[in-house]
């Protein structure tokens, strides 16, 4: 099986952080680039690009989340990372990672992880 798997997701304050983790199962994630998207509650919500990194760990950040959002990769672990930081009630959504060409494009993926939800609210 192969399988992209986000954890870290949950309930936090406005102001608060959270780090987001995209592990790969199945497959070695070191030789993609890989992409944070998310997607707001509201209905035909689509899904906004807001992170990614290369393979050799270049960033590209959304201009919604730059300064507050990094994303970094521990290759020994399998995994990608978005470190959320002054997290606002507009962050609330289902955040995913996806495997992707390249980064610089948000509107090419090769597979998509199930999503962790972010609440942000007082």
């Known amino acids: 099986q192969a399988q992209l798997v986000e954890s870290g997701g949950g309930l936090v304050q406005p102001g608060g952080s959270l780090r987001l983790s995209c592990t790969s199962s199945g497959f070695r994630l070191d030789s993609y680039a890989a992409a944070w998207f998310r997607q707001a509650p509201e209905k035909d919500e689509e899904r906004e690009g807001i992170s990614c990194i290369t393979s050799d760990g270049t960033t590209n950040s959304a201009d919604s989340v730059k300064g507050r959002f990094t994303t970094s990769r521990d290759n020994a672990k399998n995994t990608v990372y978005l470190q959320m930081n002054d997290l606002k009630p507009e962050d609330t959504a289902v955040y995913y990672c996806?495997?992707?060409?390249?980064?610089?494009?948000?509107?090419?993926?090769?597979?998509w992880g199930q999503g962790t939800q972010v609440v942000v609210s007082s």
């Open positions: 996806a495997t992707v060409p390249f980064c610089g494009d948000w509107n090419q993926f090769y597979s």
